[in-house]
């Protein structure tokens, strides 16, 4: 099928050493026939990502960029061994083949993994799968009921349970977001200051402990060439770890676009959520807490979060731009985005604030009595 995806040319700059690769696999007891076909992922903003096909294996490998600020996003051995050790729980992982820590061979750590040929959903779906809106919406369904099902993997007693720090992991994680913020903050974007405060204000107890992703975008799973509404694997654990759901949710939400949303997000989109048959964010919400249970006093704090976070996320990315530690042009207007996802979460607290707002509420009913006249 040509909707497969198959990797592009590697970016200049960003060329793998192959034959330092080759023998360090070999000495590992890895098979490899035959002269390497060797491309790049261009969907990741973070790690790079290659394939190296030969005849007789498919393997990806995955690195850390150069010039690298958070070390803890780029921690190829915990990456590896989150999925080795979570694959007989979650069945919809690759294959570890092996982890390298010696720098000598190429000049940081990295790992390989086989491929799990699919399609991988990125800003549009490929015209070729033809689908209807009843599609698109089994699709919707089929990735959030894929990342609930991570959520209630049973970690306890098993290494994956060695991954968190225990309570407080949302205190956690807005204390060390705002902090990365300020150590990669450029001068051409906004200081987030109201929104951090607000944040820091309006921290809840952890809601419960589970799995979690961390990076829950339709370009981080892969379909079922025969089946494509059915993901079969689940790429990009970087950051995955034991933390609050609610916090993952509210993270995948921030890159889930709407057809409503501003002109910026459309443009930057990376996903297929703007599609009919796709949940609005409201909807995914409403779905993910009635199949959970789970019941948030105050939302806003997560979806909140999860704009900042990703304005975070950009930013990092951004100041390898900004400094020339990567030639990507993808990454040349991240600051613009920046300052949009600032928007965003003004306009999120501001709504809260007039839900809340006993007088206001009145007021919009009155109006809205007017309306109906």
Known sequence: MSVIDIGGEVREGEELDIGAVENWLKNQGVDLVGPVVVTQYTGGASNWTYRLKYENTDL???RPPKGTKAKSAHDMAREYMVQKNLAPYYPVLPKMVALCQDESVIGCDFYVMERIEGIIPRAKLPPELGFNEENVHELCVNVIDKLIELHQVPYENTPLAELGKGAGYCRRQVEGWDKRYEKVRTIN?????????????????DSTTCIIHNDWRFDNVILDPEHPTEVIGVLDWEMATLGDPLMDLGSALAYWVEPTDNMIFRSTRRQPTHLKGMFSRKEVVEYYLQKTGLKPENWTFYEVFGVFRLAVIAQQIYYRYY????????????????????????KLIAQQKLQESEFAQQSIQKIQGILRR
Do not use: C, E, G, M
């Open 189 to 205: 974007v906004p200081s987030f200051k109201y929104v951090r405060k607000w944040l820091n204000d309006n921290i809840p107890q």
């Open 323 to 346: 400094h020339k530690q990567t030639r990507n042009p993808a990454f040349k207007d991240f600051w613009i985005v920046i300052h949009a996802l600032h928007v965003r979460a003004l």
């Open 60 to 62: 990806i490998l995955r």
